[in-house]
């Protein structure tokens, strides 16, 4: 069964430093890949997402990610934070199964900006 | 183009109660799913409805249930509510193999 594991629960940077968030997976093949953000009491928003192809994938909100299949890593990074940027942020792993697509997701990482 | 609707946004129930939640996805998504989101737990997939039909179930008891109608709105029903039961229920839509749509979630308190 494929699983996804967020190694830091809780990670405090500065306004204005780098980020990256890290997401391994465990899964025979290349699963789809996906990274999610949720602010306090709202949904998820989705940021980007992975399926083949180029191995860095641009998304929203200044957002990058880079699949690594030799680490099995779905990283995430932001070169500048602002304070917007605080919430928790999910990483999740599709693998089709009968023709549907459900993700598992890691258990999160929870990003404190500070000013 | 609006987005996932969930309804209620906020429930108390009583323990042994049942309970119904809404979810309207986004025009044209025939897929939804739910998730039970909890800080113990994480995010656990319930179930996923594709044109009326369950198409995968996760590992919860048989208390929770779910439908999904033709206009692709789907509900979701627990019944004897434990207090273990308290979380946000999320609903999320998609189209193809694009990444899930998610709606603010219910979030439900069992008393």
Redesign the interface.
Known sequence: AQSVTQPDIHITVSEGASLELRCNYSYGATP?L?W?VQSP??????LL?Y?SGDTLVQGIKGFEAEFKRSQSSFNLRKPSVHWSDAAEY?CAVVTP????????????TSLIVHP | KAGVTQTPRYLIKTRGQQVTLSCSPISGHRSVSWYQQTPGQGLQFLFEYFSETQRNKGNFPGRFSGRQFSNSRSEMNVSTLELGDSALYLCASKQGQDGYTFGSGTRLTVV
Do not use: E, H
């Open positions: 789809y996906f999610y009491g709202q949904g998820l928003q989705l997402k399926f999910f199964s009968g023709g549907s697509y459900i993700p598992t997701f890691g258990r999160g």
